[in-house]
């Protein structure tokens, strides 16, 4: 463990936590070690100066290989992004690479993923969707040969027997779903009215959800107001709707919001502006996932958005790469899980992603030897 790591653990030991009020003493009755608990947490979420924990060594790029990323849809930032990541990754290997959208609708995805099988690349990126609702496409891709790798794919990192993915590349939803609640819990001092948004179409979302909800519960004093169920293609026309009927119904009482991704704060703000609701909250609001350059923005400017655990979307774009070069090559999978993050107002400074620091001199060692 680092010095500031060390550092902010002491702070914490102290009472103080980065991101969070000085804590009162106790907190609601039968909650006070949960607190304690989720303080501790945040704060070692919330280091920065965190060395590359990833892989650092395995087969030499293959050459002349071809990658198509199969998109759930492009409007998802932490989908495009990730995409874009793929894409500079697959150019520093000289690999061809090719998005094509599933522009967010389950028709339009299994044409996608329809059209990248016929293409016959040597790989295929599952983006964002799960694979199970394909299972056809899946099918005729194993069979031809192609190796797909997921991303944010199925409920766990790693690889699936079934459907057949040489692994999925994502942090663990347990972990994510646990510092947001965390976050929550230590920054209210264990009294909070919180408003979940999800998309219960996409089993990977619906279970990190489903998981922050029961983190939540464990702290007496929290209320879960509501659970909003708003697939993410109609975030942008449902959410603010939704918003001014749960700041109608619950007025004051919603103090803080948690979302399964950082675009249904984008779309809530306007209903909070209209309503009067300052940027800088409350209601208090994370997100559990993605952290694309937007999200960061919010959190910098502390308007309508307080927080949220990112995926380092350029690392998991090279990690993609990594794992399909694995599978090219005859090898296993690296076994990489990103440990999680927290970005918050204290700790964005300046930074418009998480990028662990070392992940692309680690990789391009590997590649290129």
């Known amino acids: 463990m680092n010095l500031a790591r060390l550092l902010v653990l002491a702070l914490v030991a102290g009472g103080c936590s980065l991101g969070s009020p000085p804590p009162a003493p106790g907190g609601p009755e039968g909650c006070h070690d949960v607190v ?9 979420a919330e280091a920065t100066d965190v060395p590359w924990s990833g892989p650092t060594s395995g087969p030499r790029a293959v050459p002349g290989k071809s990658i198509v990323f199969v998109a759930s849809t492009m409007t998802n930032p932490g989908v495009a992004g ?25 028709a339009g995805i299994r044409v996608a ?40 794919a199925t409920k766990s990192p790693g690889p699936s027997a ?12 347990e972990d994510v779903a646990r510092i947001s609640a965390y976050w929550i819990i230590a920054r209210s001092n264990g009294r909070a009215g919180v408003v979940i948004f999800t998309d219960s179409s996409i089993p990977f979302a619906e279970n990190k959800s489903r998981l922050i909800r029961q983190t939540l519960a464990t702290c007496s004093g929290v209320r879960l107001l509501s659970y909003e169920n708003i697939p993410l293609p109609d975030a942008g026309t449902r959410t603010p709707q939704e918003v001014s009927s749960l700041l109608s119904r619950f ?24 309503a009067g609701r300052p940027g800088k909250g409350p209601p208090y609001s994370i997100g559990a996932g993605d952290g694309d350059p937007s ?9 309508f958005q307080h927080a949220t655990v990112p995926e380092p979307l350029n690392a998991q774009g090279s990690q993609i790469v990594d794992e399909l070069n694995r599978a090219f090559a005859g090898h296993p999978p690296s076994g990489y899980v990103t440990p999680v993050h927290l970005t918050t107002t204290e700790n964005v400074n300046g930074a418009t992603s998480w990028d662990p620091r070392g992940y692309r001199e680690a990789y391009l060692r590997i590649w290129h030897g």
Not at 162 to 173: I, M, Y
């Open 36 to 44: 304690h608990t989720a303080r501790r947490a945040v704060a070692g």
């Open 113 to 152: 993923l329809g059209e990248a099988v016929a293409l016959r690349p040597s790989g295929i990126v599952i983006g964002g969707f799960d694979p199970e609702s394909v299972a056809q496409q899946v099918k005729q891709a194993n069979a031809a040969g192609i190796q797909l790798v997921g991303w944010h």
């Open 295 to 303: 999200a960061f923005q919010r959190i910098r400017a502390r308007q």
């Open 162 to 173: 079934n459907p057949r993915l040489f692994t999925n590349v994502t942090s663990r939803v």
């Open 82 to 106: 990730t995409a874009d990541a793929v894409r500079a990754a697959a150019r520093s290997v000289r690999w061809s690479f090719r998005v094509i959208d599933g522009q967010g609708t389950p």
């Open 251 to 274: 007025g004051d009482r919603w103090t803080y919001s948690v979302a399964i991704n950082d675009v249904y704060f984008a779309d809530a703000a306007p209903a909070l502006r209209a």
